[in-house]
């Protein structure tokens, strides 16, 4: 008996040390890669790269409007939108402004991209391959310090990823003429590496986006010579258009295009569609999303070169939407425009008719470049968002060339390029001020919802005048008959909007950071 | 001749003796029907009395208007008012309140008297009246400081959240639940199963569980067999749910005249004509100017029924338990609802003189039913969807808008749940070795999970008002096809523990130790595909689907725990008692090279009663002071935050073709350990009256340090990387919980009443916070999730008020948006004359109640019963906007309160100064959309919550029959709800009110029992 009472002691004793062993606790993650090989080797380079690629905001994915909308190209159906709350309104503030994430966004990338550049000194591999995704890293840099830049102004400039201990978390804004140097020098060097390396298409960085970027930067901030410089760059390795303006935006292939983002079925699409096309009693209906306005429409000029308020143009107001610029069919849903498989009756009592309230158009217009008109992609829309495209580049170059007063000629050459891919006809040569007209008009009209004219309206400081601020829409009776314009809105506008403010809760956090002006 | 004057002398005393008789009685216990040994029969008021033999009778000699009061340990005490009887039966009821009672504790039992912690107990009986789908429902109410909030009705997903005192940690406050000792989901055994509930609540209590215990422990104990007799029960009840509470939307009328006066007020044209408010009115067209009451013609009422079926016995070495139960319960809309079985076998086998075994196995098997579109949309379209949209056309077919088909036709959603539960335990009472025990036990729990979502398209009607056309929109015709996803998730729950227990009795000494190790690891394997494009709409099989919209993905889970723990217990005189806890544990959650954490606890208890000096408070049966201290830890933290990984993210196309992300996981901190709470709690336990008032008392105060959290607060965004999660957080939460009770049986009446209240407050002591954060809406010193947004101090009434606040703001503007008068006034705080970010504030108090209360009553009379449960919570507010609160906000539609906004005249003011809701507007609706305080809504409510009356057959009628006892009761549950938030369930979880709402359900029932 007292045998057995201490065996059984003992066992199960040692079953209590034996269950002393811990290593089961020690699990390992199954899933995922360790960090020593990612930067030694191209192939997870490029896949460490393919994430800041992901991280560029795209024009679909703003919050169910576009950006357009916010400017005096169109207005959005449905009144919660951003566009219409916070931006048409001027009531943006620290705490609300569309753009916080922007902010947050943009330096997550920035410090993949530091940490990239801090440790591809070990990339191991062909020269073509390794200076390729050197290019890229310096270009994507370049290319989001550069959208902090428009947005915000001079930014703080962390070039290497910051350690969680010390000071040095509490950086101070730079000047923007610092931004815009380092942003000129990341591109010179991406550049550097681009030049000889093999190119991959127009979804990563190459020689001709960077020098485009470089043009496109240096013209906003107004250094005029050396952005002709650099877009004349880009225009000598492409400078052709393709012949079919619409089908730019809604097929991957075309050469036209320098950078942009792609989407593919059922992998990775977006929402674009579902909220631009318009509100319908007839399928398909979407949320009405951004309707083009009055100002935009009137525009357009006729095909046969003049604008419709010149009496020698040709232009019938009573049947104002014949004859018009090829790139009016091409972007603007009209009363009367064949799309869907319908034709489309803005006019009031019509299928997608003109409104005040719910998500019917209340321009009477909706959008129709950019949109596939697919049922199947309504909720997964498939088209590439451009970035930058050679028509860009061209308008940018003579813009350039005109503001710095030098070689009207090869400015007007550029003009024309983008013109005759329409079938307009070419402009004629003018001075200085003459010229500047027609370029921002013909950049209106070419670029017409990229997401250009709500930064060219600040930049060209004009975004306070009466004629960007008056909103019209069309007045049409239940024939179809067009009257006119008559008014929508009159929007806000406050000084302080030409910069977006650095977020509150960033402000909150860090007392070195100055605000910019009048939030 | 002095005989016959002593006799009448005798008779006379006798007579004078105030009538006094000789009275008899049997005393029995109502349920067994067996005799009561040693009950105290006295004379109320008086020292005269006697006991029961060992057949339960007694004799004693009282006169009519006495009270005989009876008395037995494990009863409640009995008052007879002697009337002309002279014999009595007398049934005792088995008391609620005993000293003895057995409680389960951590790893074992304790008789109540002897428990040094807080600890709260439900018992069967009320668990099982409250015919709720699941058990964490059943909880509310019923256990002072246990604080349950229902955030959903929907059939099989309306489990509830469970909270012990309140929230003490800004990461999840979710209590450990424990069933039969194993860790598994409270909801996966039938509440006809469970025995009691106990809630350890303090330190003492919980920190046998260590690691997991910081949020408090909640023990759930299955009934196991019982004695010689057989006894079969078979338990139903069937009833009708119906919704608690809806929003009250306005008719297409008042829409429309709202809507045509938010355009006036926005200056544009009214949108609707006098003729077209009027054909609203009287519905004489009902295509082109339907009235839709949306939430009328698309909810109804679903039906709910049990089947429980179980069988309790024991044989000379061998007790058995085993039960069958059947749920269904239906949804407020059809295509959505829940059925559940379960199974269960629990037995105990003597083996021999020191070995007993026990095996429990049991199982559940769940079949969720689903719409194909989810509840979130479909009540998103109710709260959104206006009266002026047709839900049925006049020739029968539903409009685009129509819910009918996106619930009937748009496929479903079926998920198909069975779990596997097992726990087998050897006890051995080592030999020579008197009061030492080893058990081992062994929990394997297996599941096996399988969801199905087949999407279909659905034909609609259009209509065309100016032809009056109705065209259908099939789905052939716009190019919609079906999609179907499959996913199965698999695993185990594998648990062990070695017990080693220990007790002795010296004298008035008592010892006690235990010695536990144990250990639980799982592994769940995920497996999901999917593919798009099928072929029509009736074949869910992956064949009919397009080949090139293929998906497919996998993952696995892991986890494991370890730790030791022990106890040890010490009681002199049951008098003084004191005990030590303690536990050690390491978890995978945190790097393998640091060291395990160790949670100590304290705690001791005085039964005063029992001393010399309390002799006198006869009234006094039980009086004990109680007090803990202890630690108790928590690891809440995502797993591999030790590590710097990367991990593959979402795809990327180059030139059409895919490619795959690489993401980094954050920042590791190979230091970061877990939360510890420490937590002091004093208790009274007291007694009256022979059980008739108790009285049970907490305070507490508990300390929360080195939660886990990150520095998003002070660290900027230019950081750019995924903060690593550091112990940097503490938090303090106090409050008291008191339970007052009170039962008494006078003749054959019986009726008891518990009151529990508790209330608990927290404070942020330490977060991660910057310090130019200003004061006014700091987190630090407030309770845990405080909200941040403007004051509202009413509406701007005048033009001329804002002309002279905007005159004397610098800039110009007293409020940005540019407001106008009806619309929301905000307070300028800090007197700089604007309103901007620097005037937010904390508005309003927590999200989770401070106080919660409940009121359990109960009466029964001869064959009848009667209980009523009132529930309540206060101090708590609710922030309501967006569908549920803002007019045609997203496209939607008025409710109600909407009739009482500012109405604006002619000259711009506000006509109606008492207006409870801003002016409407269209396109300027956003100045009153702020977070501020203008939508915030107290939310203290109190619900009748159950309400059950039943009666029982008599024994003379079930005999004839061979039944034990028959009981048919009515039931009802949320039969009442009042609350100041008047649209929705105050319980609800969202602001935007797009959720399924609690249900009330009343259902008939049957108690049967061979």
Known sequence: MMKNSKIIIIALLGIFTISCNDEFLDLKPLESISSENIFKDPALAELYLNEVYQGIPDGFNRGWYMLSSASDDGENAYSWAASNSRFNTSSITPANSPYNGLWGNSYTQIRRINEFILNYADLAGNDSEVNRLKGEVHFLRAFYYAELLKHFGGVPIIQVPQSLEGDELLVSRNTRAETTDFIVSELDAAITFFTGATNTGSSRGSLISSYALKGRVLLYEGNYSESAIASRKALDIKSALDSNYGNIFLSDGTDEVIFDKQFQDPDKTHYGNVFNIPKSTRIPSGWGGTNPTQNLVDEYEMNTGKMITDPASGYDATAPYVGRDKRFYESILYDGAEAYGVIIETRPGGAEHIDTGGDWTKTGYSLKKLIQQDPARLWGGTQHWVYMRVAEVHLNYAEALIESGSNLGAAKASIDAVRQRSEMPVITIGNQTEMRTKVRHERRIELAFEEHRFWDVRRWGIAGNPEVLNIYRMDMDTNGNFLGKEIWETRTWLDSHYLMPIPQSEMDKNKNLIQNAGY | MRNFIAMLFFLSVGISYGQGKEITGTITDSETGDPVISATVIIKNTKIGTSTDFDGKFKLNAKEGDVLLITSLGYKSKEIIIGQEQQFNIQLLQSTAMLDEIVVVGFGTQSRASLTGAVAVVKSADIVKNSTSNISSALSGRLAGLVVVQSSGEPGRDQSSLRIRGMSTYNNSAPLVLVDGIRRPMNSINSNDIESITVLKDAAAGSIYGMKAANGVILVTTKRGGSATPVMSYNSYYGVQENTRLPKFLDSYNYGVLLNEANTNDGTAPVYTDAELALFKNGSDPDRYPNTDWTGETLGTGTIQSHDFSLRGGLEKLKYFTSLGYLKQEGTYKTTGYEKYNFRANSDVEINNYIDFSADFSGIYEDFNRAGTNSATIFSNLMRTAPTEVNRYSNGAYSEKSLYQEINNSGYNNSKNFTFQSKIALTIKVPNVAGLSLISQVGYDRIANRQKQYTTPFTYTQFNPTSGEFTESTPSGRGDTASLTENSNQGFLRTLEQIIDYKKTIGDHKIGGKLIYSRTESKYDFLSAGRSNLIGNSVDYFV?????????????????????????????????????????????????????????????????????????????????????????????????????????????????????????????DPTSTWEKATTYNVGVDASFMNGMFTLEADMFYKKTTDILANRSLEVPDTFGAILPQQNIGSVENKGFELVLGHSNTINDWNYFTNFNFAFSRNKVLEVSESESVDDRIKS?????????????????????????????????????????????????????????????TIIGKGVLPEITYGLNMGLSYKQFDLSILLQGAANFDVYLSEEASWAFFNGGKVLKDHLGRAQIGTDGNVINTDATYPRLSITSATVNQRTSSYWLQAGDYMRLKNLEIGYTFPKQILNKIGVGSLRMYLNGRNLATWSGIKNLDPENPQARGRFYPQQKVFNLGINIQL
């Open chain 2, 544 to 668: 009919v689907g397009d080949e090139d919209t293929r998906t497919n993905s996998n993952s696995t889970t892991e986890t494991a725990i370890a730790g030791y723990a022990g106890r040890l217990n010490y009681s002199y005189q049951n008098k003084y008692f004191v005990e030590f806890n303690g536990r050690y544990d390491k978890s995978h959650l945190f790097s393998y090279d640091l060291p395990g954490g160790f949670f100590p606890s304290v705690s001791g208890a005085w039964i005063i009663s029992k001393e010399s000096f309390m002799q006198d408070f006869e009234k006094l049966d039980n009086l004990k002071l109680r007090a803990s201290y202890g630690n108790l830890g928590s690891d809440n933290i995502g797993r591999f935050r030790d590590l710097s990984l990367y991990y593959f993210g979402g795809p990327i196309i180059v030139n059409g073709e895919i490619r795959k992300t690489l993401y980094d996981n954050g920042i590791a």
């Open chain 2, 780 to 840: 630090t010193g407030r309770p845990i999730g405080s909200r941040v947004g403007y004051l509202a101090s009413g509406l701007f009434l005048t033009q001329s008020e804002i002309d002279a606040l905007n005159a004397a703001a610098p800039g110009g503007a007293y409020q940005s948006q540019s407001p106008m008068p009806g619309d929301i006034k905000y307070a300028d705080l800090n007197g700089d004359g604007i309103v901007d970010d620097a005037d937010r």
